[in-house]
């Protein structure tokens, strides 16, 4: 059985920072871009991040390029989003989400699984 499991959201003011993390179980790492993806209150999901879990390269959003950083523990099953420079707009529910494509980071109906989500606050 598939889990992500995500921890670390919370409130925090602008400009500070704030990581995140998600505990992956059930899945064969190697195959899959682990990613982060969140919503806002009344608007769509929409792509952050992202890592592919073998050769570790990475994708960001453009809005989060040189604030945000994701990596990996190989060890751990585990995906890290480090947010820096946090601004209010960032304030929203982060989902680790695990896709086998890139197409999924333009379409998220292609993300394999989903976590339940985090909730990020970022006050003005």
């Known amino acids: 059985q598939v889990q992500l499991v995500e921890s670390g959201g919370g409130l925090v003011q602008a400009g500070g920072s704030l990581r995140v993390s998600c505990a992956a179980s059930?899945?064969?790492?190697?195959?899959?871009?682990m990613g982060w993806f969140r919503q806002a209150p009344g608007k769509e999901r929409e792509f952050v991040g992202t890592?592919?879990?073998?050769?570790?390269?990475?994708y960001y959003t453009d809005s989060v390029k040189g604030r945000f950083t994701i990596s990996r523990d190989s060890a751990k099953k585990m995906v890290l989003l480090q947010m820096d420079s946090l601004k209010p707009e960032d304030t929203a529910i982060y989902y680790c989400?695990?896709?086998?494509?890139?197409?999924?980071?333009?379409?998220?109906?292609?993300?394999?699984?989903w976590g339940k989500g985090t909730l990020v606050t970022v006050s003005s």
């Open positions: 989400a695990a896709h086998t494509t890139v197409q999924a980071m333009t379409n998220p109906d292609r993300v394999n699984y």
């Open positions: 059930g899945l064969t790492m190697s195959r899959y871009f």
């Open positions: 890592i592919n879990w073998s050769a570790g390269y990475t």
